[in-house]
């Protein structure tokens, strides 16, 4: 069955210092890529996705997200972390006709340092 | 503004009783979702509509049931069947209702679900 792992639960950052979120998903098929953020009790936000063509995707708030299809990961990137970026990172990933549709990973929380 | 609305935003629920959880739309979208959200477990899916008077089971149906006899509403019960039903549970939709796969989703702030 697909699947999609994200290593880290919880990373902690200082405000100002890089970060980087992992995903990885199991399926072989080129699927379509998404990264979500949700702030505390409230629901989700689409930060960005991937389909097809250049493998580095720009979203919103700062932040991009490669795709590597040889390694099946779709990392989420910033350059400088704020502290409003503290909220849980959801990967999620849809395979067309094979399945489930689309799985979301199980998330990684982000903390940040004053 | 267009969005998706869900209400009650807390609910409890005594032992052996049903609930429904409402999810509104107002983006026009023709596939709506449900999700149930767990700590440390991500989303699941519960349920999904790409059309109306149509749904699919998700991962997790089993004590819950749904309708969708208008395309704005997709209402989500929580059935006495439903063992373990104390969750945060998050509504969807997307734009269209072809390959849901390539489709973002748009969220409610979701309903938090307790029991008594």
């Known amino acids: 069955a697909q699947s999609v792992t994200q290593p880290d639960i919880h990373i902690t950052v200082s405000e100002g210092a890089s970060l980087e979120l992992r995903c990885n998903y199991s399926y072989g098929a080129t699927p379509y890529l998404f990264w979500y953020v949700q702030s505390p009790g409230q629901g989700l936000q689409l930060l960005l996705k991937y389909f097809s063509g250049d493998t580095l995707v720009q979203g919103i708030k700062g932040f991009e997200a490669e795709f590597k299809r040889s390694q099946s990961s779709f990392n989420l990137r910033k350059p400088s972390v704020h502290w409003s970026d503290a909220a849980e990172y959801f990967c999620?990933?849809?395979?067309?006709?094979?399945?489930?549709?689309?799985?979301f990973g199980p998330g990684t929380r982000l903390s940040v340092l004053p | 503004d267009g969005g998706i609305t869900q209400s009650p935003k807390y609910l409890f629920r005594k032992e052996g009783q049903n609930v429904t959880l409402s999810c509104e739309q107002n983006?026009?979208?023709?596939?709506m979702y449900w999700y149930r959200q767990d700590p440390g477990q991500g989303l699941r899916l519960i349920y999904y509509?790409?059309?109306?008077?149509?749904?699919q089971k998700g991962d997790i149906a089993e004590g819950y049931s749904v309708s969708r006899e208008k395309k704005e509403s997709f209402p989500l019960t929580v059935t006495s069947a439903q063992k373990n039903p104390t969750a945060f549970y998050l509504c969807a939709s997307s734009i269209d209702d072809r390959d849901i796969s390539n489709q973002p989703q748009h969220f409610g702030d979701g309903t938090r679900l307790s029991i008594l």
């Open positions: 983006l026009n979208h023709d596939a």
């Open positions: 509509s790409q059309i109306v008077n149509d749904f």
């Open positions: 999620a990933v849809g395979w067309h006709n094979y399945g489930q549709n689309f799985v």
